[in-house]
């Protein structure tokens, strides 16, 4: 069994907090806890940063962020990378590329943390990962997408 390391950013831990009357919305949601559910068993690791950290604690919605908090909290922090100076070039070449600072930031950290893929909803960050796919060292994904193709190529390992 393969044991990924799977980078989830700020859009994945508080999709299970969004309106849930949307397909899509529904089935990222179940695949973002299919996926903090094996966190939990140990089939797979987390890579997290402070960036992550600090996203959640910037929720104006203090009980969404409560709620974020709590399932950012529970699971179980394999991998945890600080932003430091190496992050911080990375992130600046990434944002030359065209990625927002957070975003950017991000991919850095999950670089560092030699996560096997960067989880995130947000289909901007998705389309220029994919354009930019040789100038990064990170696979970047869609959580239902990428748990589908495990799940499909793999049998769920």
Same mark, same amino acid.
């Given at each position: 069994? *393969? ?11 508080? $999709? ?11 089935? =990222? ?15 797979? &690791?987390?890579? *997290?940063? *402070? ?19 709590? /399932?950012? *909290?529970?699971?179980? &922090? ?11 070039? $990375?992130?600046?070449? /990434? =944002? ?8 950017? /930031?991000?991919?850095?950290?999950? =670089? ?14 998705? $389309?220029?990962?994919? $354009? /930019? ?8 994904? @869609? ?13 769920? @390992?």
């Amino acid at each position: 069994m *393969t044991i990924y390391k799977i980078y989830l950013d700020s859009c994945c831990v508080s $999709r299970p907090y969004d309106n849930q009357t949307q397909n899509r919305i529904k089935s =990222e949601t179940t695949a973002i806890m299919q996926i903090i559910s094996r966190f939990w068993n140990g089939e797979w &690791q987390s890579v *997290t940063s *402070t960036v992550l950290q600090f996203e959640i604690n910037q929720i104006s919605d203090l009980a969404k962020r409560s709620f974020v908090k709590g /399932l950012f *909290t529970s699971i179980p &922090q394999i991998i945890f990378v600080s932003v430091g100076a190496s992050e911080t070039f $990375r992130g600046k070449q /990434l =944002e030359a590329l065209g990625f927002k600072e957070y975003d950017a /930031l991000h991919i850095a950290c999950a =670089e560092t943390g030699k996560a096997d893929v960067f989880l995130t909803t947000d289909d901007a960050v998705i $389309r220029r990962a994919k $354009r /930019l796919g040789s100038q990064l060292r990170i696979r970047v994904e @869609n959580p239902d997408t990428w748990l589908q193709e495990q799940t499909n190529s793999k049998g769920g @390992n």
